[in-house]
């Protein structure tokens, strides 16, 4: 839709509210569960169907060309490291793919303040963090000067 | 004035200001940290960081990667490619700086546990063509934005970032950023030094394919609401090729990606009768475009139109040639994930019409217009380049500085660099950051003050649409219609109505020319007089008012710049009938332009385009 969310399954966590990236995902008041406000902003990215912990979030496609009868789940599971999905067509034909997400622990990423200072000298050459290091090549490639304003 | 006056006013002061936390501001807000030690840094944003920006959903293929340690391509051959696309008119210094750093950021993220796909004969990466490799990137944009959030001094999320604030006491320097937050409705004050625009490009300034509820199914991400451009362009800062929208040919209805299926899966395209009919429209784009058209590869422009004439001599619709490698299941996978990583949506229109690329031959179309930095296209702000490689024209300052002093940019936000894509726009908010935190150093205790009248005045600015709702609501009995006050969806749906007819989006047939040009003008004039009498129910309106006023802002630039080009310089992405042919001889130049907000005018001049690859 679209998003939507199953009344019985979800427990109003407010987790899609935190995640989408379109501000769509709200709680209603009376009913103190999720729901999609504005479907025609969603994107059909899956953020909150992703981050729900209930699956009670769902697509359907978009009314104006998607025929009924079709679904797309997924679940990404960050402890396996993989994203699975199921598709099903309106005809039935079910198709499964998985993949992996991510090669290490999650929270793993080192902070640029955990590597040695940068020199005063190094503020004034053309090279960023890491480099050449991670360029792998031995030096950061630049032009000739006498290329310069040149038509 | 008085329903609202105690809304509480967050004051939040850094060295570093990064706006807008996709691609370029992760990449900026790392960078920030490694040469700013002990500077505060602090990132806002509109969403939540872990899943904003284009990249939210994901990306199958990482567009700009050179492969310099295989000797695959050199900075060079990256420059060349994009100038040739973009029919001769970009930044080569930007571009060339984007392709030299870039190998380094995607190593990285390998290095943050990106899955990246190898070629199992090579060992190197998988490609895709000649400058994508392919990843699983369904978590590309937490993962880089884990790096992000350890660089950070703090990142906030859900505020909307409205309106740049000016030093009180140096002209033309920015001082900071004010916004609100969309769940407490707190008035934010930024005070920086520094500020890099990291924002997105635009999506829903034309009126998409869809307007039912796919109206959300637009090709770029509908939160990309144009702040890449109005945050720069209301403080004055020179603005450059806002005319150069793009046009993409993309999967019926869901806009799903083509590159993997061209590129790696080899499927091509044919009419609605079986027949290859790009190189009969050789001769007659020809006519138009001269020796562009027989460059390699096709400029993408070149092939939209293509495919618009085909179309157009009733030989549609044209599909995708796909049975054939489908048949093969490794392709056959490769083409679901595909979509599965990076537009799902494209995936729900198939399952839902029982369309099997395997049996059927999917449906192509061309899009709305969209106008963004980073594609295949390079609209922006005009930047200072790096000191060592730009000519001189184009360095006045600190790398991708804009002409505001300590106002900087990256992605979307920097015109002139085409082809950055996900890693390129994350390079530039590195390049950015570097330059920024030289300039808060070397500005030692010359810092930027920000008057309080200045962010009162916007104060009061930014939440009327709440009090316009509030007073209004009370004439009506109910539902959407007031005398008083429209809903940002009416002002939404005149501006995508309004860009459509008269500058050339798909009702027109992509065509535009002076008098339509000048008549959109006028009822932009009035749209954005209206939009004073913006209403907002609630903070999440407010949120789109506002998104809607960056839109308008973008528009009505895009459409000066428009009229400025007196050619038709990309046929496919755009027509002027009045000037339906390329003008080299006048035309081989930028176009710059300048608002200046005090009388609301806009100021139109070319500059060079300097050529330093040969």
Request: with cysteine; charged share 25%; net charge negative.
């Given at each position: 839709?679209?998003?939507?969310v199953y009344?019985?399954?979800c427990?109003g ?20 569960r ?7 902003m969603?994107w059909?990215c899956?953020s909150?169907v992703?981050a729900?912990?209930?699956n009670?979030?769902?697509a ?8 009924l009868?079709h679904s797309?789940r997924?679940?990404r599971?960050e402890?396996k ?5 199921k ?7 079910e ?6 997400i991510?090669t ?10 955990e590597?040695?200072?940068?020199t005063?000298?190094?503020f004034?050459d053309q090279q960023?963090?890491h480099?050449?290091?991670f360029?792998?090549v ?11 304003g040149t038509? | 004035?008085g329903l609202?006056s105690?809304?509480k ?10 706006v ?9 807000t ?11 840094i ?21 567009n700009?990667?050179m492969?310099?340690?295989w ?5 060079e ?5 994009a100038?040739n696309?973009?029919?001769?008119l970009?930044?080569?210094?930007l571009?060339?700086?984007i392709?030299?750093?870039?190998d380094?950021?995607?190593h990285?993220?390998?290095?943050w546990?990106?899955p990246?796909m190898?070629?199992?004969?090579t060992?190197?990466?998988q490609?895709?063509g000649?400058w994508q490799?392919?990843?699983?990137g369904e ?7 884990e ?9 906030y ?14 002209a033309?320097?920015v001082?900071?950023a ?6 407490t409705?707190?008035?934010y004050v930024?005070?920086?030094t520094a ?11 034309y ?13 770029y991400a ?10 720069p362009i209301?403080v004055?800062a020179r603005m450059?090729?806002m005319e150069?929208?793009?046009?993409l ?22 009419n609605?009768?079986g027949?290859?009919y790009?190189?009969k ?8 475009v001269?020796?562009?058209v027989?460059?390699h ?9 293509a495919?618009?004439?085909?179309q157009?001599?009733g030989?549609?619709?044209?599909r995708?040639v ?12 490769v083409g679901?994930?595909n979509?599965?990583?990076m537009t ?9 019409q029982n ?6 031959n ?6 709305e217009?969209?106008v963004?930095?980073s594609?295949a296209?390079?609209s922006?702000?005009?930047a ?8 001189d024209d ?6 991708r500085?804009m ?9 979307d936000?920097?015109?002139g660099a ?5 890693s ?7 390049i ?5 935190v030289?300039?808060?150093?070397d500005?030692r205790n010359d810092?930027?003050?920000?008057s309080?009248?200045?962010y009162?005045e916007?104060?009061?600015?930014i ?17 959407t219609?007031?005398p008083?006050?429209?809903?940002p ?9 309004i860009m459509?007819?008269y500058v050339?989006?798909i009702?027109?047939n ?10 959109g ?7 954005k007089e ?10 999440h309106?407010?949120?789109r008012a ?13 459409t000066?710049?428009t009229?400025?080009?007196?050619e038709t ?6 027509y002027?009938g009045?000037?339906p042919r ?15 907000r ?8 070319t ?8």
């Amino acid at each position: 839709m679209p998003t939507f969310v199953y009344m019985t399954r979800c427990d109003g966590c407010g987790h899609c509210v935190d995640i989408c990236p379109s501000d769509i995902m709200h709680i209603d008041p009376t009913y103190r569960r999720a729901l999609n406000i504005e479907p025609n902003m969603c994107w059909e990215c899956y953020s909150c169907v992703k981050a729900c912990p209930q699956n009670a979030i769902d697509a359907r496609g978009y009314a104006d060309f998607a025929p009924l009868g079709h679904s797309v789940r997924v679940l990404r599971e960050e402890s396996k490291g993989t994203v699975s999905w199921k598709i099903k067509f309106r005809d039935g034909t079910e198709k499964d793919f998985v993949s992996p997400i991510r090669t290490t622990p999650w929270g793993s990423i080192k902070s640029p303040a955990e590597y040695e200072s940068p020199t005063e000298e190094s503020f004034r050459d053309q090279q960023l963090a890491h480099e050449p290091e991670f360029l792998k090549v031995d030096e950061l490639p630049t032009l000739d000067p006498d290329d310069r304003g040149t038509d | 004035m008085g329903l609202f006056s105690r809304r509480k006013t967050v004051f939040v002061d850094s060295d570093v200001l990064v706006v807008g936390g996709g691609m370029a501001g992760c990449g900026a807000t790392y960078e920030a940290r490694y040469w700013g030690r002990d500077l505060k840094i602090v990132c806002v944003e509109k969403a939540n960081i872990e899943r904003s920006g284009a990249v939210a959903q994901g990306l199958y293929a990482i567009n700009t990667y050179m492969g310099m340690r295989w000797g695959e391509n050199q900075p060079e051959d990256h420059v060349r490619y994009a100038r040739n696309d973009l029919m001769g008119l970009v930044r080569e210094d930007l571009g060339y700086d984007i392709a030299r750093h870039v190998d380094s950021c995607v190593h990285q993220f390998e290095d943050w546990g990106l899955p990246m796909m190898r070629d199992p004969e090579t060992g190197r990466y998988q490609r895709e063509g000649k400058w994508q490799i392919m990843i699983h990137g369904e978590s590309y944009k937490p993962i880089v934005a884990e790096a992000a959030c350890k660089a950070a001094t703090e990142v906030y999320n859900r505020i909307m970032v409205t309106h740049l604030l000016m030093d009180s006491t140096k002209a033309n320097r920015v001082a900071g950023a004010v916004g609100f937050n969309v769940r407490t409705g707190d008035f934010y004050v930024f005070r920086a030094t520094a500020v890099i625009v990291c924002a997105g490009g635009a999506s829903h300034i034309y009126k998409p394919r869809a307007v039912g509820e796919g109206m959300g199914r637009t090709w770029y991400a509908p939160w990309s609401s144009a702040s890449a451009y109005a945050l720069p362009i209301l403080v004055g800062a020179r603005m450059t090729q806002m005319e150069n929208r793009i046009v993409l040919t993309r999967f019926k209805d869901g806009y799903g990606p083509v590159g993997a299926y061209f590129l790696h899966l080899k499927t091509y395209t044919e009419n609605a009768y079986g027949e290859e009919y790009e190189s009969k429209w050789t001769e007659h784009t020809r006519n138009l475009v001269g020796d562009y058209v027989d460059r390699h590869p096709v400029p993408t422009c070149l092939r939209n139109h293509a495919l618009l004439e085909e179309q157009k001599a009733g030989r549609g619709p044209i599909r995708m040639v796909t049975k054939e490698a489908f048949q093969d299941p490794h392709k056959e996978t490769v083409g679901w994930e595909n979509f599965l990583g990076m537009t799902i949506g494209q995936a729900v229109v198939w399952a839902s019409q029982n369309i099997d690329p395997k049996h059927t031959n999917p449906e192509l179309t061309t899009s709305e217009p969209y106008v963004m930095g980073s594609h295949a296209t390079c609209s922006g702000a005009w930047a200072s380049g790096p000191e060592d490689c730009a000519p001189d024209d184009y360095q006045w300052g600190y790398n991708r500085m804009m002409t505001v002093d300590g106002l900087f940019g990256a992605g979307d936000t920097i015109g002139g660099a085409a082809h950055k894509f996900s890693s390129g726009s994350f390079t530039e908010g590195r390049i950015a950051a570097k330059a920024a935190v030289k300039y808060v150093k070397d500005l030692r205790n010359d810092r930027p003050e920000v008057s309080e009248a200045e962010y009162q005045e916007l104060k009061k600015v930014i939440f009327k649409p709440l009090e316009n709702y509030e007073v209004g609501r009370n004439e009506i009995v109910a539902g959407t219609v007031s005398p008083s006050y429209l809903l940002p969806m009416h002002g939404l749906q005149r501006l995508e109505k309004i860009m459509d007819e008269y500058v050339g989006g798909i009702g027109a047939n992509y065509i535009t020319n002076e008098p339509l040009l000048t008549r959109g003008l006028e009822l932009l004039e009035m749209l954005k007089e209206d939009l004073d009498h913006l209403g907002a129910e609630d903070l999440h309106q407010l949120q789109r008012a506002w998104e809607l006023h960056h839109r308008v802002v973008a528009s009505e630039s895009v459409t000066h710049h428009t009229m400025f080009r007196t050619e038709t310089r990309w046929p496919g992405y755009y027509y002027r009938g009045d000037y339906p042919r390329l003008n080299d001889s006048d035309w081989h130049c930028f176009t710059l332009s300048r608002y200046d907000r005090n009388s609301g005018t806009w100021d139109l001049e070319t500059a060079p385009v300097h050529h330093i690859i040969d």
